[in-house]
């Protein structure tokens, strides 16, 4: 039921910031790109999936709201040449150790359109924590860790980017309990 209403919530979150920018389109690349990563007209186009060494993780300030916590990660492409993105990204809590701590983030909604992010533009995805203590297996002493960062993994890429610290301390340490959802990158 929270992961519900939290996607809802997210969903609302999310409408709130998409802007100018970067461009999505539904199901794959617009039409007029060859497969050689030209647009109609000779003009180039991305050249590929946004590798994650060629962008930066950053976040919004943490919104919290009768324990629950809402924030965007947003992905930006440094790298010399547009690039897009599709998908979730891989979310998890890691401790001092760098291991990570209870389950990644539960991927909530569908798949969101292919986002084109031309060199400085950004995408965006919602993160809905849930502040430990609120879900059974996760209120007890012994069930939670200190936690000193988010590990992200751009949607497509086994290149990790570290956010810290996150918005909570601590985390759930069960791998059952689900703390977190994250929603598909979409335009920011």
């Known amino acids: ?14 409408g709130l910031a998409v802007g100018d920018g970067a461009s999505a389109v539904a199901g794959g690349p617009p039409a007029g790109m060859s497969s050689g990563g030209m647009w ?8 590929g999936m946004c590798p994650g060494s060629s962008l930066t993780l950053s ?13 965007q990660l947003v992905l930006t ?6 690039c897009w993105l599709q998908g979730f990204p891989q979310v ?7 291991q990570q701590v209870g389950a990644p983030a539960a991927h909530t909604g569908p798949t969101g359109p292919v986002v084109f992010l031309k060199p400085g533009e950004s995408a965006r995805a919602v993160l809905h924590t849930v502040q430990p203590g609120l879900q059974v297996g996760c209120a007890q002493p012994g069930e939670t860790a200190p936690v000193r960062a988010l590990k992200v993994n751009p949607p497509g890429s086994m290149h990790s980017l570290s956010l810290d610290p996150p918005a909570v301390a601590t985390a759930c340490t069960s791998t059952a309990v689900h703390q977190m959802d994250i929603t598909t990158v979409l335009v920011g």
């Open 40 to 47: 109609s007209g000779g003009a180039a186009g991305p050249s």
């Open 92 to 98: 998890s809590f890691v401790g001092d150790d760098g």
């Open 77 to 82: 492409n440094t790298g010399p040449a547009a």
């Open 1 to 14: 039921m929270l992961l519900a209403s939290a996607a809802l919530t997210a969903a609302g979150f999310i």
């Open 59 to 71: 976040s919004t300030r943490p919104d919290p709201g009768a324990g629950n916590i809402f924030q």
